[in-house]
Every structure is written in structure tokens, then in C-alpha cells.
């Protein structure tokens, strides 16, 4: 099956630098990648996706890049906020065929410094 | 538009003990997935039905944990007898239809299970 790991599992960042977080995949069928927020007591929340047969897409202040030969994909976040701090996980899917299981990494827990 | 609806928050059981947790998807999704998170780990996938028919159900512990989705729109997960391992925060997501169309999958609050 697809094995997802993802890294830093912490990260500390000033307010207004940039946050970074890398996952890698197994599974070359995988063509899906949602990036989700987790804030403490409340359900994942989908803040971006990528298919892959798009290299990078941005939102705002938020960009999703993916290598498919080297499988991985990374987050970035630029201009941080205090609001931004949260748990956030990648996850691999191989869509198209019904059984759409979403495969998660590990999460990175991201603190933005005021 | 409503979110995807779980209830209880919270749930503490005795070990051997049953529970059973609610989902209500959002309104129109065909797709209903549980998906089980222990403390510091991602979501991982027990189940997933498209309308009221099993999809994927290979991660599910069937010796102890069953599913419906008898008319396609809310479901129940049921442990019986519960674990101590079982203790966990369980998430319901809906996605639109599950096919190419749409893969987003939107998540609930979740249940916070503890087993003692």
C-alpha cells in the first residue's frame, strides 16, 4: 500500500517568514495530494490539492508543489500569521477508481511567533 | 452550506464495553468515508460507502467494528466490545460522488473516544 511520510514533525517560524513542510510517497499510481489543517479539538480542514498533472498551484498565500519522478510534494506558506499555527498533514490518493482512501503523513506541527 | 455533522464529541467507555458514534454528510455527497486518528498520527481509512454500498473496507477490525449507511445518507460506526488500542479520535468525511469529478473530501469534528 502507500506509505506517506512527512517532515519536519515540528516547526517554529517567525511571524511573517516562510513555512515549508515535505512529504514523500510510495505508490507512483498515487494522482491526488490534499494538504489539510488540523486545529486543536476540530476535524481536518482541506486548505489545497494537487493533481498530478499539475506541477504547482497557489492560493493566495499558500503553494503546493509536486515532483512526480522524485514523488514528493512540499507546502509552503509565505507572510505567516499567528493564525496559521495549527497541525498539518499531506496525504496520497489514487483517484479515479471509486475507492478514493486517502493515505496521511505524520503532521507537522507549525507555531508561528508573534 | 452545513458542514459534515458527527456526534457525540466525546465518548468514555470501559474496555468490553459497546459505543456508537453518527455521522450526518453533507448534503448531497454520495460518498461517506470513517476514518480512525490516534493521538499524533494521521487519519487512517476504516470504511468508505458510496451511497449505501461498502467501497473499501479492508482496514476495518470486522471481528469488532461494523458500519451502515442503510439509505445512503447518515451512517453509524459501532465498536463492540471495545479495546483499550480503540481509543482514538473518529472522523466522518463526505466527498461529492467519489469519482473523477470531484476527490475533495470534507471532514467532520470528530469523536473522541476513550476507552478505560
Redesign the interface.
Known amino acids: 500500500g502507500e506509505n506517506v511520510e512527512q517532515h519536519p514533525s515540528t516547526l517554529s517560524v517567525q511571524e511573517g517568514d516562510s513555512a515549508v513542510i515535505k512529504c514523500t510517497y510510495s505508490d507512483s499510481a498515487s494522482n491526488y495530494f490534499p494538504w489539510y489543517k488540523q486545529e486543536l479539538g476540530k476535524g481536518p480542514q482541506l486548505i489545497i490539492d494537487i493533481r498530478s498533472n499539475v506541477g504547482e498551484k497557489k492560493d493566495q498565500r499558500i503553494a503546493v508543489t509536486l515532483n512526480k519522478t522524485a514523488k514528493h510534494f512540499s507546502l509552503h506558506i509565505t507572510e505567516t500569521q499567528p493564525e496559521d499555527s495549527a497541525v498539518y498533514f499531506c496525504a496520497a490518493s489514487v483517484m479515479g477508481t471509486g475507492a478514493n482512501n486517502l493515505f496521511f503523513g505524520t503532521g507537522t506541527r507549525l507555531t508561528v511567533i508573534p | 452550506e452545513a458542514g459534515?455533522a458527527q456526534s457525540p464529541r466525546y465518548k468514555i467507555i470501559e474496555k468490553r464495553q459497546s459505543v456508537a458514534f453518527w455521522c450526518n454528510p453533507i448534503s448531497g455527497h454520495a460518498?461517506l468515508?470513517w476514518y480512525q486518528q490516534i493521538l499524533?498520527?494521521?487519519?487512517?481509512?476504516l470504511i468508505?460507502f458510496?451511497n449505501n454500498g461498502v467501497?473499501?473496507d479492508s482496514q476495518l477490525p470486522k471481528d469488532r467494528f461494523s458500519a451502515e449507511r442503510l439509505k445512503g445518507v447518515d451512517s453509524t460506526l459501532k465498536i463492540q466490545p471495545a479495546k483499550l488500542e480503540d481509543s482514538a479520535v473518529y472522523?466522518c468525511?463526505s466527498?461529492l460522488d467519489?469519482?473523477?469529478s470531484s476527490?475533495?473530501?470534507?471532514?467532520?469534528?470528530?469523536t473522541r473516544l476513550t476507552v478505560t
Open positions: 459534515v460518498t468515508y499524533g498520527q494521521g487519519p487512517k481509512l468508505q458510496q467501497v473499501d472522523l468525511a466527498s467519489g469519482l473523477a476527490y475533495e473530501q470534507y471532514f467532520g469534528p470528530g
